[in-house]
Structures are given as C-alpha cells and as structure tokens.
C-alpha cells in the first residue's frame, strides 16, 4: 500500500480564493481524520469520519471550511474564501476504527495564504 | 482542552546516550500513543500502550503509563543522531480521535 496520499503537497493562493486539499486514505482503514498543525497551536483535529460519515466537525475553526468523504477512498478539505491565518500544514490521516491502532499519517499539505 | 504536554520542550543529547521525554494528560483514556515526526514530514506512530497496560517495549522504546497520575514516559536508548525529530504523546479516549501533546524536540549530536 503507497500510504495516506494528500494533494498537493505545497499550496500557495491568494487570500480570498478557495482551496480544496485532497486525501486518499489507507485501502481498508474505516476511520478518516483531517489536522491542522501550526507553531502556536500545535496539532489541531479539525474533522474525523467513520465509514464516510462525518462524526465529529467540532475542530473545524468556522463556515469558511468544510470537509467531504463521497466514498471510502477519498476526501477533501475546503477552505473558501482563505485567510492568511488559515496558513498550516494540514494532515490527513486514517485508521482501522476500532481504536487500539494507531494513525497513519500522509505527507501534509503546506499552505500558504498570502 | 483534551491536550497533553510533553516535557521537556526541548532535549538534546550525544549520541548513545537515552533520552526520556515525558507526557501528562488531563482526561481518562482507552490508550495512548506515541508519534515521531521528522521535519517536513508526517507523523509515523511508534508505540501504543493501552490504558490496563503498564509497561511496552519496542525496540530501542520503552514505554510507561501511569493512570493513576495520567502520564506517560518514552525512553529511547542508545540513541543515534536518526532519533532527531519532534515526538508527540497522544491520548484516546475511547472515541478513536486522538489528541496530541505539544511535542519534545530532540535532537541527537553525533
């Protein structure tokens, strides 16, 4: 298996535009996560689905995002418009979901928003 | 907030030498995990130490779990300058969303 792939891997727009981060999960792992890391807030859980089902949205910091999971293979994070505080590394990660496994993370996405 | 925090911020130690880095947690917890990071780069799980555990061995890792005073400890001996990363605890509370701590930086000098 090639991993948790996310797209792009770097970002760069302008402030106002939208950006859509993609994420394709392990084949098999139930559980889907979508974190923000940032020098002063560290790791932030934004979103998490189960069996494509958004469970808990709670982290996700406003209306300006959103997060889909169409099918089992893949999911995206939308931000619009982008603010440069939305600047961070997003990661996704995903999980077999019964909760004695650990994470597998992809590469993150690094986006800049000037 | 549901966050651990490592201690120390910040380590560094000579090659050979063990590095102990330490996690509190603030809420009751199904397991805890521990999570390196290399710079640039995603986080890939090390250990996980479920919450009637004690005492887990992997490697060159050791770790422990105190409920009682909700921490946790990592120990990697015999480091080697490709132990250099940041190194995350996470808690679980039995949802299966993981909380992660503000991380230890360790850096091994050869």
């Known amino acids: 298996d090639a991993g948790v792939i996310q797209s792009p891997r770097h970002e760069v727009t302008e402030m106002g535009q939208e950006v859509t981060l993609r994420c394709k999960p392990i084949?098999?792992?139930?559980?889907l996560f979508w974190y923000r890391q940032t020098m002063m807030r560290g790791l932030e859980l934004l979103i998490y689905f189960n069996n494509n089902v958004p469970i808990d949205d709670s982290g996700m910091p406003e209306d300006r995002f959103s997060a889909k999971m169409p099918n089992a293979s893949f999911s995206t994070l939308k931000i619009q418009p982008s603010e440069p505080r939305d600047s961070a590394v997003y990661f996704c990660?995903?999980?077999?979901?019964?909760?004695?496994?650990?994470?597998?993370f992809g590469s993150g996405t690094r986006l800049t928003v000037v | 907030s549901q966050q651990g925090e490592e201690d120390p911020q910040a380590l560094s130690i000579q090659e050979g030498e063990n590095a102990t880095m330490n996690c509190s947690y603030k809420?009751?917890?199904?397991?805890l995990q521990w999570y390196r990071q290399n710079s640039g780069r995603g986080l890939v799980h090390l250990i996980l130490i479920r919450s009637n555990e004690r005492e887990k061995h992997s490697g060159r890792l050791r770790v422990t779990l105190d409920t009682s005073k909700k921490s946790s400890s990592l120990l990697i001996t015999a480091s080697r300058a490709a132990d250099t990363a940041s190194y995350f605890c996470a808690t679980d509370a039995g949802a299966n969303n993981l909380f992660f701590g503000t991380g230890t930086r360790l850096t091994v000098i050869p």
């Open positions: 084949s098999g792992h139930n559980s």
């Open positions: 990660a995903s999980s077999l979901p019964t909760g004695n496994y650990g994470y597998t």
């Open positions: 809420t009751s917890i199904n397991n």
